[in-house]
């Protein structure tokens, strides 16, 4: 680990004031970026805990929550409201990592955590576009079985590993953001970055802004909603392919639905093609299929993750298939 | 029965002392006994210290004004180091010391495990940083001593090195190209033929021929490697996280050009080993850096470092052929295959070991061959060659039992062999039958139907499976013990022996309790010190063997010791050692059980306050008569989503022929996690090495996966504890037999659920969609 020295601001503008130096970078529990630092791979100067800002669970005027970025993720996960109106999320929290880690992770650095890619991880040992910018990618042609065959591109091919994000895609929610110079809002889905050829660069946030909450809309329809999350154990372990939904069936033909899907893309990722192809179409298991299969129209499988769109077309099904049966 | 019912009951009835050798004749008269410590399920010793962390590892040790050590590592498979750049480290704060090829003090190189030269224990023969060489990727170019431990390591981030690489091979495919050479263990070829076994597989009625891989593994003990160490003049004391105290001990000796005596390796807790913590580069390199900077160091290796430095599982690739009668009997049995290591050390991974032992067979032709890669050493990795063996081997007999439509239990017991195929020895014991049927009356094994894939709940496809276990009874040579026995009716026990978590102390505890006919509670054992008796191994699950038979030596000579004090008036004056019995806290004579006396009266009779007596076990000729070995019937059900391919275990139980059970407790804790294990074997466990560097890429427990909580069922075992009276106790030990069998039963469960075989391990999702 190299040397930094550390801040702990009781406010967002002590802490925006702060985070405006070079080399200073936020701190949620550190589950992330404490590791990585251990790697040498990230390397501030300025650590700016940010857990002692807001982390409350909020009812917002439209009907909808606004979760405060300190919020850990434990804390999601058993909120009630959450459980009863958008239970995706807190099953989507409670299948990531293990229970310490998720009482110590916060939701906005949930949001920013970094791929788990094999070759970014191995600072010492192997190229890496994301770590190190025109460095060349190790894992095109080498381990890839968790990568991605969404969104990738020829410089980077690594997956956004969190599952929390994929279900707050499917949620509609808003990031809400603060720099010095005031606030914005961020459609989730637009937070992340495809990597195209700046894989390094991997969300909209310029340097020094600080993520302060996340706003869910009232969603009905997320009241019957599921994740479900495939991996290679039956916990802690990252996900091969997981399926963030919500149906509304009416008289058997889809009204509404929201699907996100983790594991398969560098972001999380909004199957918007497939809910398109599911809107005001009859719920049937073929037209579950039919709208998984649109999404992976243009994947790109490399070496070893060729399974990776078969099997997300298989949960995908079998998940719309659930919502829309009893 | 609770934790010590029985445990403190002395034996009433008088007990001889054990044979003065293993190889027929007089099995030991422990085995005889019921009801009092020995099988009791007492609680470990040192349960309580562990659970309250007063347990000190060698990580834990303080040591006055200590250094800590942080290593860089090579990131090339092959070549030269052409430029070390240590100026940036060395100006870093805290550093005490960068030490490289540069600097570092020669030394002697040291036999390597297995290496013809007796003793060995490190994991190659390679030389430890003398020069400029890289042997595999990975390989440690420099060690850093820093004031604490974030400071070293800060440093040793920034040590720079480049390379002129040369070419290496690290393709197993290239390796396999390449040819290699005959495998041997011990200098014995691994291989075996009898008959004309390809011909009477292609005249056979019915046969399976097919081909099965098991990946590269490593070590992922709780504990990660590490050793506290401090110089004193040439006296090196280290506290080390080892199951070969005394072969460390020698070793150091060795590299250093010091008297054996003057290394003192302590090793009284060791959080588990698995085949690992023998030696490796990074405590003799403690060592070194300990010398040139004249304090004492710590060398905690990170999990990364542990990745890097001790080896693990070597990758498998195995051909097994079976060719058989209809009536199910073989007429040919093939397992042949390769399996990747390096030149320079002598560890195989010796896969047909079950074929040698488990069937009888028309014909046999068994061969290992290795494949050389450029890489770090193989090394042993729990029950290695049965584990991975009984896989391809047991899976075979699962394909052949549908082929010919005969239950699997069936065909395996109908081939069940009167001697030992390979050698042709006697089995010592032997009741694979009773286990198979007590297991699979218990799992309820009855009702399998055996067509594939047939049965659903929901998505989840559920199937069940079985599979053999077996793993070789050995005894290792060196045993020695020290037996002291004081006026207060105290015993101890000096072994150079080892604790990793297995219950060592608490199962030598009671078998001494037993031959004294003392209280559980009046015996200790001592053992993790290179200073104290024989050269123990706690590893090829033979040390309760090597433990059990040199306290029997010392016991001996401490009952012809007692003899001695007792005078012509004493009730025992005048009998032999065979001649008297322990009973009730004291000797009486067999002949004539009245004629007692207390240990405390013959020590006050001949003005004592304690009496001690060290011995030698013999050398274990038993093993020229008999074929020993344990066995066991492993049972398992799964269920495996249909639309997903991930398998669930649901249910296990092993049923095993283990010889008899010293510890009820700590030998169920023994077997489950050896199934644990093999549940990583079969569904999980795969280091990834880059073919492209040679470099392990998912060195950390968040990218290499043991099994989580989740991934374990209700796990049941049962023994048919029937002894073995060629062996001390009438024990096997038990460390290896609970891994083996293990993914052959889950491969075979999955497919009786699926109807897919998978022949290549981990099975891993992918591979049931
Ligand atoms: C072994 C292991 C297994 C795991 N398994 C899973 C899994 O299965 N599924 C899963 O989803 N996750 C998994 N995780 C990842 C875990 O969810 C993340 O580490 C965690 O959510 C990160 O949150 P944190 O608060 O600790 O972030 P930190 O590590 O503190 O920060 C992460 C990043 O966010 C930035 N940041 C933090 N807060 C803010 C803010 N308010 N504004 C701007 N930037 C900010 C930091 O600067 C940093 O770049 C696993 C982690 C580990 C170590
Ligand atoms: S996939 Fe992306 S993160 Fe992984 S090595 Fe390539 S560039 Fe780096």
């Known amino acids: ?326 | 029965m609770t934790a010590d019912a029985g445990a403190a009951r002395p034996a009433r009835v008088a007990i001889a002392p054990g044979p003065d050798g293993w190889a027929g004749g007089e099995p030991d008269p422990l085995i005889r006994r019921r009801g009092g410590p020995l099988g009791a399920p007492v609680s470990r010793v040192d349960g309580g210290l562990k659970v309250r962390g007063a347990a000190r590892f060698a990580a834990e040790v303080p040591l006055a004004s200590m250094v800590y050590a942080a290593l860089a590592f090579s990131t090339v498979a092959r070549g030269r180091i052409v430029r070390l750049d240590t100026a940036a480290a060395e100006g870093a704060p805290g550093v005490v010391l960068v030490m490289t090829y540069r600097n570092a003090p020669r030394m002697t190189a040291v036999p390597a495990l297995l290496s013809p030269a007796p003793n060995g224990a490190m994991g190659d023969e390679l030389p430890i940083m003398q020069d400029d060489r890289i042997h595999w990727n990975g390989q440690p170019i420099a060690v850093v001593l820093g004031e604490t431990q974030e400071q070293a390591g800060h440093a040793a981030s920034l040590i720079e090195a480049s390379y002129e690489a040369e070419p290496a091979v690290t393709s197993f495919e290239e390796a396999k190209r390449r040819g290699g050479e005959q495998a041997a263990y011990a200098g014995q070829p691994l291989s075996l033929q009898a008959g004309d076994a390809e011909a009477a597989l292609s005249a056979a009625a019915v046969k399976v021929d097919a081909v099965y891989r098991t990946p590269f593994q490593n070590h992922n003990a709780i504990e990660p490697e590490a050793v506290t160490l401090a110089w004193d003049g040439d006296d090196l004391t280290v506290h080390d996280s080892t199951r070969m105290v005394s072969r460390v001990a020698w070793s150091l000796a060795q590299a250093f050009g010091l008297k054996e005596e003057q290394v003192h390796v302590s090793s009284p807790y060791v959080g588990g080993a698995f085949g690992s913590k023998t030696l490796w580069q990074h405590t003799v390199l403690a060592a070194a850096a300990a010398r040139l900077a004249g304090r004492p160091v710590r060398m905690a290796l990170s999990r990364e470092g542990v990745y890097r430095v001790v080896g693990g599982r070597a990758r498998t690739e195995q051909r097994v052929a079976i060719g058989a009668q209809a009536d199910g009997r073989f007429d040919a049995l093939i397992h042949t295959g390769a399996m990747a290591k390096i030149r320079r050390n002598y560890v195989p991974e010796p896969f047909i070991s079950p074929a040698m032992c488990l069937y009888a067979a028309g014909s046999l032709k068994l061969d290992v061959r290795a494949v050389y890669l450029d890489m770090l050493a193989n090394t042993f990795m729990r029950a290695p060659g049965e584990s991975v063996g009984s896989f391809a081997l047991e899976s075979a007999i699962d394909e052949l039992a549908e082929r010919i439509g005969m239950d699997p239990v069936e065909l395996r017991l109908r081939n069940e062999p009167a001697a030992d195929p390979g050698s042709g020895k006697p089995f010592s014991s032997r009741h694979l039958a009773e286990a198979y049927r007590a297991g699979a009356e218990r799992f309820g094994w009855a009702s399998r139907d055996p067509r594939p894939g047939g049965r659903r709940d929901g998505e989840w496809l559920t199937g069940i499976g079985c599979a053999t276990a077996t793993y070789p009874h050995l005894r290792f040579p060196g045993g020695a013990a020290r037996l002291t026995l004081s006026k207060d009716g105290q015993a101890r026990v000096e072994v150079a022996a080892h604790e990793m978590g297995m219950g060592t102390a608490t199962a030598q505890a009671q078998v001494t309790a037993e031959r004294l006919g003392l209280p559980l509670e009046q015996v200790s054992v001592a053992y993790g010190e290179s200073s104290f008796p024989g050269v123990f191994v706690a590893g090829a699950s033979q040390q309760t063997a090597q433990i059990g038979a040199a306290v029997v030596a010392a016991h001996r000579a401490l009952v012809a010791e007692l003899l001695r004090l007792c005078g012509g008036d004493s009730p025992l004056a005048g009998l032999g050692v065979d001649q008297v019995g322990a009973r009730g806290g004291g000797l009486c004579s067999l002949a004539d059980p009245r004629r007692w006396l207390s240990y405390a009266s013959i020590l006050d009779g001949g003005d004592r306050d304690e009496i001690s007596a060290e011995a030698s076990a013999p050398p274990p000729a038993e093993a020229e008569h008999w074929s020993m070995h344990s066995f066991g019937a492993d049972f398992c059900e799964v269920r495996v989503s249909a639309v997903t391919g991930e398998t669930r275990v649901s249910r296990f139980l092993g049923s095993f022929d283990c010889g008899r059970v010293i510890n009820a407790k700590t030998a169920a804790s023994q077997l489950r996690g050896g199934i644990i294990m093999g549940l990583g074997l079969a569904l999980m466990e795969e280091t990834l090495i880059d073919e492209r560097s040679g470099r392990i890429v998912n060195p950390s427990l968040a990218e290499y996966h043991v099994p989580a909580h989740a991934d374990v069922p209700e796990i049941d075992v049962m023994w048919t504890d029937i002894p073995d009276p060629h062996a001390p106790m009438g024990a096997h030990g038990i460390g290896e037999i609970g891994i083996t069998g293990v993914a052959a039963a889950v491969a075979n469960a999955i497919y009786n659920a699926t109807g897919t075989r998978v022949r290549d391990l981990p099975i891993t999702p992918d591979k049931l969609l």
Request: charged residues 20%.
């Open chain 1, 1 to 326: 680990m190299i040397p930094f020295t550390y801040a702990r601001p009781t406010n967002a503008e002590d802490a925006l004031r702060q985070g405006a130096a070079a080399g200073a970078r936020y701190l949620g529990g550190g589950t992330n970026l404490v590791d990585l630092m251990r790697q040498t791979i990230e390397q501030p100067g300025l650590l700016i805990d940010v857990t002692g800002l807001p982390g409350a669970i909020e009812e917002t005027p439209d009907g909808g929550l606004l979760i405060g970025a300190a919020a850990r993720n434990t804390a999601v996960a058993e909120h009630r409201a959450v459980r009863a109106r958008y239970p995706m999320l807190a099953r989507a929290i409670v299948a990531g990592a293990s229970g310490q880690i998720r009482n110590m992770a916060t939701v906005g650095g949930n949001l920013l955590q970094r791929t788990r890619c094999l070759y970014f991880y191995d600072h010492a040992g192997s190229r890496c576009n994301k770590r190190v910018p025109g460095q060349g990618c190790d894992a095109i042609e080498g381990f890839n079985r968790s990568h991605a065959i969404l969104g990738t591109s020829p410089a980077c091919v690594a997956t956004h590993p969190s599952d929390m994000c994929v279900a707050l895609a499917a949620l509609d929610a808003v990031v809400h953001i603060r720099s010095s110079g005031g606030g914005r809002t961020v459609p989730l889905t637009d937070l992340h970055r495809l990597p195209g050829d700046h894989p390094e660069i991997e969300t909209v946030l310029e340097p020094g802004e600080l993520v302060t909450g996340i706003a869910l809309p009232a969603l009905p329809l997320a009241a019957r909603s599921a994740y479900r999350k495939v991996r290679d154990r039956a916990s802690y372990a990252f996900a091969l392919v997981s399926v963030a939904a919500a149906l509304e069936v009416e008289g058997g033909t889809v009204r509404d639905v929201r699907l996100a899907l983790g594991g398969v893309a560098t972001k999380p990722w909004r199957a918007w093609r497939a809910e398109e192809a599911l809107r005001s179409r009859p719920a049937t298991a073929e037209n579950f299929r039919a709208a998984a299969e649109a999404e992976f129209a243009e994947a790109r499988p490399l070496r070893d993750n060729g399974f990776k769109a078969a099997l997300a077309v298989r949960t995908t099904t079998a998940v719309l298939e659930e919502l829309a049966g009893g």
